[in-house]
Nanobody, 125 residues
Framework: QVQLVESGGGLVQPGGSLRLSCTGG?????????ITWFRQAPGKEREGVSC????????YYHDSVKGRFTLSRDNAKNTVYLQMSNLKPEDTATYYC?????????????????WGKGTLVTVSS
């Protein structure tokens, strides 16, 4: 059964905005877990973008996204959002959400237990 589904990616011009969604599947309630957004550009390693859990306020792992990306959640909709503004070409990547069932944030892919299949964000003029 699918547990995490990302959506909202697409083609956007530099300076534009997108909101990515990560929605939990049936009986997979995101509020119980640490949720991290990762991204991976072609030929590059997957890197952590942001995370929060019941133990952590939203954490942004790169100075380049601070002030531009905002992580939020709507428990009623079982959805976590990544609002991305002032997008830059270097933000181009496939974006994934991932859950750590131990409910602690990490910027490393290894500890993650559940992954979505990703949504592609392309920032180009």
């Amino acid at each position: 059964q699918v547990q995490l589904v990302e959506s909202g990616g697409g083609l956007v011009q530099p300076g534009g905005s997108l909101r990515l969604s990560c929605t939990g599947g049936s009986e997979f309630f995101l509020e119980y877990y640490a949720i991290t957004w990762f991204r991976q550009a072609p030929g590059k390693e997957r890197e952590g973008v942001s995370c929060f859990s019941k133990y952590d306020s939203p954490t942004y792992y790169h100075d380049s996204v601070k002030g531009r990306f905002t992580l939020s959640r709507d428990n009623a909709k079982n959805t976590v959002y990544l609002q991305m503004s002032n997008l830059k070409p270097e933000d181009t990547a496939t974006y994934y959400c991932a859950a750590d069932l131990l409910d602690y944030c990490s910027d490393s892919p290894g500890p993650m237990d559940v992954w979505g299949k990703g949504t592609l964000v392309t920032v180009s003029s």
